[in-house]
């Protein structure tokens, strides 16, 4: 079978001239993101300490740069990329379908209880 | 006695004879392995987002817990340690994928080493780990725990930590540890704390400027510090035991919990990289040996390199979810 690799990324805005070309490339991408997020997390600018949704924007931030992050590892390090629509949905959207329920199901749950300790019913400072 | 059935279909769709998804069988079955591994990962860390929404107001911060670096003693360092670590993991990803170039291209030489780059980066991934953990259960600064569970820790005027060693008043001959041959012989009793709280209430009350920080997350979204008359008073009513550094029970950082999962996911993930470092090893010794050059594929180092790259990719939820957010 033969090994075509797409190699192109960003929705074609970077085309590659080769796989190992690309692997560089996603690799750079990536540690930037990383350098990014350490930096936001050191800093913790006073900016984005402000609420989205119930959630620091900051975190908001976190959250989608590790998604991106994921998105390559698993589009160009694993080449799901190169696979069949079939397969990638089939793994893809079972995941994060499952994913998504179980996080709202538990952190709703996680709320909930919390509420219950502030409303004082339940002493634990002492 | 013949046992199969010709059916005429061999080799063709209904036969079983194509690739479904134009996958092969052991990378398709990799795949949905890794679902499930994703699903069991993404429940820890559900769960681990449960606990600290149940206490949202009171959980460490990250930052302040893992603030070491090797050979920088007394530096603070938050998260330079874990960044450090990421980079090696992703770069380890990097080469298992150039092995997997080079075996599409079935060039023996650069797989050999490649994979055996992979396999050193996954060491000292592990090896990372079991610093970071090692520096986590010893832990640096000590803490008092009430009897509700929660953590006082202490500090000095600018806010910096304290350690109980710096201050507690020791005295000499207080307790000594029981043991069955000198007590009773069906009682154990565990190892006993470095502190007593005699020692710790009698350090802060010669120590004017040590105060008290409770778990609390206030409005800036840092520690509540209490007033130096709070804070005598809150060690003397509630204090009941010195704890130094973390395991299961308890956690000088703050809530035990987050020891549990720090322990348990880190764990649980460390696991899949010793686990996956030994696949790599295999798999090298069967490149060097030439198994994949005569079987003429090299798709055993693709299927390997799956789970590795999966790996990785946990490494990442891992990273943001006890690190960053």
Known sequence: MAHEHKLEIFRG???????????????????????IEVALGIAKPEALMGKFLGMKILNWIFIILTIVKAYYITWDFMHMRDEVK??????VWTAVFLILYLVFILLQEGGYIESVYASGFIKNDF | MNTTVATGTEG?????????????YGKMMMWFFIVSDALTFSAFLAAYGFSRFKFIDSWPIADEVFTHFPFLHGVEAPMYYVA???????????TMVLAVDA????????????????????????GSQAWEWNTFIKGEFGAVQ????????????????VA???????E?????????????????????PTYTMTEINNGLAAHPDVLVRTQIINAEGEKTVLSREESIKQLKENGRLFVQGANLHVNEYGSPLFADFFFFITGFHGFHVFSGVVLNIIIFFNVILGTYERRKSYEMVEKVGLYWHFVDLVWVFVFTFFYLV
Do not use: C
């Open chain 2, 103 to 126: 075996g599409h291209h079935m060039n023996k030489a650069k797989v050999t080493i490649y994979m055996f780059l992979t396999v050193i980066g996954g060491i000292i991934f592990v």
């Open chain 1, 86 to 91: 079939a397969l990638r949905r089939m793994v």
């Open chain 2, 12 to 24: 063709k769709t209904w036969g079983g004879g194509n690739k479904p998804l134009t996958a092969s």
């Open chain 2, 84 to 94: 450090f670590m990421t980079f090696v993991l992703i770069m380890s990803s990097v």
């Open chain 2, 172 to 192: 000499t001959g207080t307790r000594t540890q029981h043991e069955s041959k000198n007590g009773l012989w069906f009682v154990d009793e565990g190892a006993l």
């Open chain 1, 13 to 35: 805005l970077v085309k590659f001239k080769s796989n190992t070309a690309k692997i560089w490339g996603v690799l750079a991408f990536l540690t930037f993101v990383t350098i």
């Open chain 2, 164 to 170: 109980v060693a710096d201050f507690a008043k020791v």
């Open chain 2, 146 to 161: 009430t009897k509700g569970g929660n953590i006082l820790q202490f500090v000095d005027a600018e806010g910096h930590r």
